[in-house]
């Protein structure tokens, strides 16, 4: 039995790291369901159970088949779990899952036909290109990104923690395994995720919509780190993957407090949220450090590893201070229209400061579990990696302080000068009007097939004779 | 032990002259009668199975009986090896589902309809157990005789045209292959399988290829292969939905199995392969599964369409078998069990649900999952199954039909094939969608009255039991399938001569 056992799954500490981050997460996400699922609690609660489950199989196994079939049931209780938004959601979110997973069904098939029978490290980079592709689904890689935004906000907080913060860390995972020496195509990917996330993000007015493309964004840095091909930049994703994990979680999680207290999406009509919801506040304080990339937080460590992964290549280090400028300029833009705005006014309503959703102990348990564990992460970042690797850094704190002051006086001065990039107020982004269009060509193309196919009786029975005669000629005289 | 051959075959025999008499006698025991019947052969198929596995793992499985203890060159041999009792065991698993649900559905003309399906299934269970290729015949006829009967049970406009293109069809069908019997008999001098899989190597070229086409041909017809398959929607979805469950799940794979037996064992598959048939036989298969899945997009009739994806499936199985290798014998074999199991669940939940709905139009398939949840649960389960979704069976066969193509590098074709299961999720998610779909009763504009289609759903309970035993079969099915590869993997070298 333990021989069976080992054959399927791999057990080791790096493993163990990921599965212990999920778990976090998914605990995490568990304990916010008071404010945001009101109906079938238990039924909630066993689809996380399940989802556990077929998450842990992903990570753990080494044997292609039981990978796909914990792939297929980590999208299968993920889509059980969008039906506490809405059947068309849940629709929307399994076609386009299914669709990553057929890509990846080929690409598997093909991975084993080339002699890979288990996960292991693939040399040849054709194969690696079409693993990328056929991963790029679930993980949202450029290109493939186009139903994160959609279905990452329009789902319940939990739902968009979970999915947000460690469904698609599923793939990425899967390629930090298989890709030993790097992958130009996943740099370049990573690079172009960066920007158009971050961009989006930028122009988002949608809180949701904006964590969503700050997801995008965030892979972004976790496949270039994937994509570097050196130590540093390996671990680095690695750290990367656990930070996103839990600042994602921590954001989402804390969005559906955020929207339950003001009774609204768009971050303009975010009110007084620093008096009403401090500890809220400090956690999404806490998040967009993180996700910055500000010393003490984990996503700072993370940030670095990748950063020196890439020291060599001069055009990729300036892509990547442009990119943490960005990456300052949309956090800083939220936490303005967001949180402090009302504070920085002079002029100030003090009459609604009630709170609509008061946090319970639960609530408020979640929230500073998030602070702790960001904050721990980043000062015990030595621990995790010496998990893996034997090497020791020294993150430079003192210089990474000084980086960070000097980005947020440029992006103070761009915003003020851009009046803090106040933008429309968009609709919510959804897959409703693509999927309508994918539903009728189909439904026009069997139309049009069948029309072309059928004909009268008579026409239909005139296939027999002509079938007869290529098969005779074919046997007699083609083939000779 | 070989006399037990001979009873699978008599007991559904047996048992259909037997119910007219019973009929006349005390009508009341008729379905003990006949659950005893299904029943009996189900457990008859498991004890060989049982008290052969041994010998089916190695391959070595040969049971043979005489009829009337003639020689085999002179008279008509059963025999039982591991394809056949893979077959025989798949038919008598499926029509004893069919049969205990038809006690529940079937409320009228009972009589006859038992009659009928027991003819069909003895001629089945003699199709796969017959080592003689008339007799071979004769089953086949009396398969489209009974079949035929059954799809025009309805008695109305649909039902007796369906029934007149299909026997159209079959006739011709039946037809070719007597003509090839009739060619091999000249040729040989012997029906008895064995004796011209033996001597099949003089029969001269033109000869062996003109036998090759009229039986390939014959067989496409029967299969509903592409330019063909006009029948099949027609007919699988004017007969009552036991009967469709019946003719889509179980009998198009007993034409399958003279298919393998024909092509593989009796004449070789080497001739297809030296004259580039094969390719033929692939890609037209090909195309046929395309034509269905495509087809099937538009079909609003929900027995239709779920027809359709059988053309599809059944063009994808044929394809798989044509590469003429162990994986994709295998990955075949695999998707005939999936394929049956899973389409005779959802025709037989699909019958349940449209007991509740005026027509088979998707139109008033509006809102039905409210009416039995844990049926629709049921349906949702097994359409997922047919996409190809683990833990379910269909999930297993395309994986291996998959592997199966790519090991022979044809990549376009496995492509092909990814894509007609996302195609096959569309189609099966718009029936979903409608049945969670309320729009019709939220309104309140149109009152919905609605009608039992037939005054038959007075044992409700038995069909949803059945429902629920076919669901967790399959879902056993899909999880235990490594169950089945080593007699499915034994079968295959058995096909292929391989030893060992």
């Given at each position: 039995m333990a021989g069976l056992f080992s054959d399927f799954f791999r057990i080791d500490s790096l493993n163990h790291l990921f599965a212990a981050t999920g778990l976090v997460v998914t605990f995490l996400s568990i304990l916010s369901i008071r404010a945001n699922i009101e109906q079938r609690r238990l039924e909630y609660f066993l689809t996380n159970i399940v989802y556990i489950i077929s998450f842990l199989v992903v990570i753990y196994s080494r044997n292609w088949l039981v990978f796909f079939i914990g792939w297929e049931m980590v999208t299968v209780s993920t889509t059980l779990m969008l039906l506490w938004r809405s059947r068309g959601l849940a629709g929307q979110y399994f076609i386009v899952q299914f669709l990553g997973s057929s890509i990846l069904l080929y690409v598997v098939l093909v991975a084993q036909k080339a002699g890979y029978s288990e996960i292991i490290l693939i040399k040849e980079i054709w194969l690696q290109n079409l693993l990328i592709l056929g991963l790029g689904m679930k993980s949202a890689l450029f290109g493939f990104h186009f139903w994160l935004p959609p279905i990452h906000s329009q789902a319940p907080a939990p739902v968009s923690a979970i999915l947000s913060g460690w469904v698609v860390k599923l793939g990425l995972i899967t390629m930090l395994k298989l890709i030993p020496g790097g992958n130009s195509l996943l740099l370049i990917l990573g690079v172009l995720m960066i920007f158009y996330g971050g961009i989006r993000a930028l122009r988002s007015s949608d809180y949701k919509v904006l964590l969503a493309n700050s997801s995008i964004s965030q892979l972004g840095y976790i496949a270039i780190g994937i994509g570097s091909g050196t130590v540093y930049g390996h671990l680095g994703s690695i750290l990367y993957?656990?930070?996103?994990?839990?600042?994602?979680?921590?954001?989402?999680?804390?969005?559906?407090?955020?929207?339950?207290?003001?009774?609204?999406?768009?971050?303009?009509?975010?009110?007084?949220?620093?008096?009403?919801?401090?500890?809220?506040?400090?956690?999404?304080?806490?998040?967009?450090?993180?996700?910055i990339g500000i010393p003490l937080f984990i996503g700072y460590n993370a940030k670095y590893l990748v950063k020196y992964g890439l020291k060599g290549e001069l055009f990729?280090?300036?892509?990547?201070?442009?990119?943490?400028?960005?990456?300052?300029l949309y956090s800083l833009r939220f936490l303005y229209w967001g949180i402090f705005k009302d504070l920085l006014e002079k002029k100030r309503n003090m009459d609604s400061l009630k709170q609509n959703y008061s946090l319970d102990r639960a609530d408020r348990l979640l929230l500073s579990i998030v602070v702790v564990l960001l904050l721990m992460g980043g000062l015990s970042s030595g621990v995790l990696t010496s998990l893996i690797s034997e090497k020791v850094f020294e993150y430079h704190l003192i210089e990474g302080l000084m980086e960070n002051i000097i980005y947020v006086f440029i992006s103070v001065l761009l915003l003020k000068k851009a009046g803090w990039y106040k933008t429309k107020d968009n609709e919510v982004p959804s897959l409703d009007s693509l999927f309508n269009r994918i539903n009728k060509g189909l439904y026009n193309l069997g139309r049009n097939l069948y029309n072309w196919i059928y004909q009268d009786f008579q026409y239909q029975l005139l296939w027999l004779p002509l079938f007869l005669l290529i098969l005779f000629l074919w046997v007699n005289f083609i083939s000779g | 032990m070989g006399l037990l051959i001979l009873f699978l075959i008599l007991i559904p025999l047996i048992t259909a002259f037997l119910i007219p008499l019973v009929d006349i006698i005390f009508k009341k025991i008729r379905k003990v009668i006949i659950s005893l019947a299904a029943l009996g052969e189900l457990l008859l198929s498991l004890q060989l199975m049982i008290t052969n596995y041994q010998a089916a793992l190695t391959g070595e499985l040969a049971i043979e009986y005489l009829l009337g203890g003639w020689s085999p060159s002179l008279g008509i041999i059963l025999q039982l090896d591991n394809l056949s009792l893979v077959f025989s065991l798949l038919v008598s698993i499926g029509m004893c589902l069919i049969i205990v649900y038809s006690i529940g559905f079937i409320g009228h003309h009972e009589g006859k309809y038992y009659v009928l399906l027991f003819l069909l299934m003895g001629a089945m269970q003699g199709v796969v157990l017959t080592g003689d290729i008339f007799n071979l015949y004769v089953f086949v006829e009396l398969i489209t005789i009974t079949s035929a009967a059954l799809v025009a049970f309805k008695r109305n406009r649909e039902g007796t045209e369906a029934a007149l293109k299909y026997i159209i069809y079959g006739v011709i069908g039946g037809l070719l292959f007597l003509i090839g019997v009739i060619l091999v008999y000249f040729n040989v001098g012997s029906l008895n399988m064995t004796i011209v899989a033996e001597r099949y190597n003089q029969v001269n070229t033109v000869m062996?290829?003109?036998?090759?086409?009229?039986?390939?041909?014959?067989?496409?017809?029967?299969?509903?292969?592409f330019p063909f398959h006009y029948w099949l929607p027609k007919a699988h979805s004017a007969c009552p939905s036991p009967v469709s469950a019946v003719l889509s799940g179980i009998l198009l794979k007993v034409f399958l199995y003279i298919f393998i037996r024909l092509f593989w064992q009796v004449s070789g598959y080497g001739l297809f392969v030296g004259s580039g048939l094969n390719y033929f036989i692939?890609?037209?298969?090909?195309?046929?599964?395309?034509?269905?899945?495509?087809?099937?997009?538009?079909?609003?009739?929900?027995?239709?369409?779920?027809?359709f994806s059988t053309v599809g499936h059944m063009g994808m199985i044929i394809a798989v078998l044509g590469l003429n290798t162990p994986a994709g014998l295998f990955g075949g074999l695999l998707h005939v069990i999936s394929h049956l199991l899973l389409k005779l669940t959802l025709f037989i939940i699909v019958g349940y649900l449209l007991q509740f709905t005026e027509s088979h139009h998707i139109a008033d398939f509006n809102g039905v999952a409210y009416r039995n949840r844990t049926v629709f649960i049921a349906f949702i389960i097994a359409a997922l199954g047919m996409v190809g979704l683990p833990p379910l069976p269909g999930f297993f066969s395309k994986?291996?039909?998959?592997?199966?193509?790519?090991?022979?590098?044809?990549?376009?074709?496995?492509?092909?094939?990814?894509?007609?299961?996302?195609?096959?999720l569309f189609y099966y998610l718009r029936y979903i969608f409608r049945g969670y779909n309320l729009l019709d009763y939220e309104k309140g504009t149109k009152p919905r009255k609605v009608r039992l289609v037939l005054s038959v759903f007075y044992r409700e309970r038995i069909v949803t039991d059945v429902i629920y035993a076919s669901t967790i079969l399959v879902i056993t099915s899909g999880v235990f399938y490594w169950l089945f590869k080593q007699p499915l993997l034994a079968a295959v070298r058995g096909i292929l001569g391989i030893q060992g």
């Amino acid at each position: 039995m333990a021989g069976l056992f080992s054959d399927f799954f791999r057990i080791d500490s790096l493993n163990h790291l990921f599965a212990a981050t999920g778990l976090v997460v998914t605990f995490l996400s568990i304990l916010s369901i008071r404010a945001n699922i009101e109906q079938r609690r238990l039924e909630y609660f066993l689809t996380n159970i399940v989802y556990i489950i077929s998450f842990l199989v992903v990570i753990y196994s080494r044997n292609w088949l039981v990978f796909f079939i914990g792939w297929e049931m980590v999208t299968v209780s993920t889509t059980l779990m969008l039906l506490w938004r809405s059947r068309g959601l849940a629709g929307q979110y399994f076609i386009v899952q299914f669709l990553g997973s057929s890509i990846l069904l080929y690409v598997v098939l093909v991975a084993q036909k080339a002699g890979y029978s288990e996960i292991i490290l693939i040399k040849e980079i054709w194969l690696q290109n079409l693993l990328i592709l056929g991963l790029g689904m679930k993980s949202a890689l450029f290109g493939f990104h186009f139903w994160l935004p959609p279905i990452h906000s329009q789902a319940p907080a939990p739902v968009s923690a979970i999915l947000s913060g460690w469904v698609v860390k599923l793939g990425l995972i899967t390629m930090l395994k298989l890709i030993p020496g790097g992958n130009s195509l996943l740099l370049i990917l990573g690079v172009l995720m960066i920007f158009y996330g971050g961009i989006r993000a930028l122009r988002s007015s949608d809180y949701k919509v904006l964590l969503a493309n700050s997801s995008i964004s965030q892979l972004g840095y976790i496949a270039i780190g994937i994509g570097s091909g050196t130590v540093y930049g390996h671990l680095g994703s690695i750290l990367y993957i656990i930070a996103h994990g839990l600042a994602k979680t921590g954001l989402f999680v804390g969005s559906g407090y955020l929207i339950r207290e003001t009774g609204s999406r768009s971050i303009y009509q975010f009110r007084e949220i620093w008096k009403k919801q401090r500890l809220l506040s400090v956690s999404i304080l806490a998040g967009f450090s993180s996700l910055i990339g500000i010393p003490l937080f984990i996503g700072y460590n993370a940030k670095y590893l990748v950063k020196y992964g890439l020291k060599g290549e001069l055009f990729f280090t300036i892509l990547l201070y442009a990119a943490g400028l960005l990456t300052w300029l949309y956090s800083l833009r939220f936490l303005y229209w967001g949180i402090f705005k009302d504070l920085l006014e002079k002029k100030r309503n003090m009459d609604s400061l009630k709170q609509n959703y008061s946090l319970d102990r639960a609530d408020r348990l979640l929230l500073s579990i998030v602070v702790v564990l960001l904050l721990m992460g980043g000062l015990s970042s030595g621990v995790l990696t010496s998990l893996i690797s034997e090497k020791v850094f020294e993150y430079h704190l003192i210089e990474g302080l000084m980086e960070n002051i000097i980005y947020v006086f440029i992006s103070v001065l761009l915003l003020k000068k851009a009046g803090w990039y106040k933008t429309k107020d968009n609709e919510v982004p959804s897959l409703d009007s693509l999927f309508n269009r994918i539903n009728k060509g189909l439904y026009n193309l069997g139309r049009n097939l069948y029309n072309w196919i059928y004909q009268d009786f008579q026409y239909q029975l005139l296939w027999l004779p002509l079938f007869l005669l290529i098969l005779f000629l074919w046997v007699n005289f083609i083939s000779g | 032990m070989g006399l037990l051959i001979l009873f699978l075959i008599l007991i559904p025999l047996i048992t259909a002259f037997l119910i007219p008499l019973v009929d006349i006698i005390f009508k009341k025991i008729r379905k003990v009668i006949i659950s005893l019947a299904a029943l009996g052969e189900l457990l008859l198929s498991l004890q060989l199975m049982i008290t052969n596995y041994q010998a089916a793992l190695t391959g070595e499985l040969a049971i043979e009986y005489l009829l009337g203890g003639w020689s085999p060159s002179l008279g008509i041999i059963l025999q039982l090896d591991n394809l056949s009792l893979v077959f025989s065991l798949l038919v008598s698993i499926g029509m004893c589902l069919i049969i205990v649900y038809s006690i529940g559905f079937i409320g009228h003309h009972e009589g006859k309809y038992y009659v009928l399906l027991f003819l069909l299934m003895g001629a089945m269970q003699g199709v796969v157990l017959t080592g003689d290729i008339f007799n071979l015949y004769v089953f086949v006829e009396l398969i489209t005789i009974t079949s035929a009967a059954l799809v025009a049970f309805k008695r109305n406009r649909e039902g007796t045209e369906a029934a007149l293109k299909y026997i159209i069809y079959g006739v011709i069908g039946g037809l070719l292959f007597l003509i090839g019997v009739i060619l091999v008999y000249f040729n040989v001098g012997s029906l008895n399988m064995t004796i011209v899989a033996e001597r099949y190597n003089q029969v001269n070229t033109v000869m062996k290829a003109t036998i090759a086409v009229l039986f390939l041909s014959s067989l496409f017809i029967k299969m509903g292969v592409f330019p063909f398959h006009y029948w099949l929607p027609k007919a699988h979805s004017a007969c009552p939905s036991p009967v469709s469950a019946v003719l889509s799940g179980i009998l198009l794979k007993v034409f399958l199995y003279i298919f393998i037996r024909l092509f593989w064992q009796v004449s070789g598959y080497g001739l297809f392969v030296g004259s580039g048939l094969n390719y033929f036989i692939i890609y037209l298969s090909l195309f046929s599964s395309a034509i269905g899945h495509l087809l099937a997009l538009r079909e609003d009739d929900i027995k239709r369409m779920l027809a359709f994806s059988t053309v599809g499936h059944m063009g994808m199985i044929i394809a798989v078998l044509g590469l003429n290798t162990p994986a994709g014998l295998f990955g075949g074999l695999l998707h005939v069990i999936s394929h049956l199991l899973l389409k005779l669940t959802l025709f037989i939940i699909v019958g349940y649900l449209l007991q509740f709905t005026e027509s088979h139009h998707i139109a008033d398939f509006n809102g039905v999952a409210y009416r039995n949840r844990t049926v629709f649960i049921a349906f949702i389960i097994a359409a997922l199954g047919m996409v190809g979704l683990p833990p379910l069976p269909g999930f297993f066969s395309k994986y291996y039909i998959l592997q199966a193509f790519i090991e022979t590098d044809q990549h376009l074709s496995a492509i092909l094939l990814i894509i007609l299961s996302i195609v096959s999720l569309f189609y099966y998610l718009r029936y979903i969608f409608r049945g969670y779909n309320l729009l019709d009763y939220e309104k309140g504009t149109k009152p919905r009255k609605v009608r039992l289609v037939l005054s038959v759903f007075y044992r409700e309970r038995i069909v949803t039991d059945v429902i629920y035993a076919s669901t967790i079969l399959v879902i056993t099915s899909g999880v235990f399938y490594w169950l089945f590869k080593q007699p499915l993997l034994a079968a295959v070298r058995g096909i292929l001569g391989i030893q060992g």
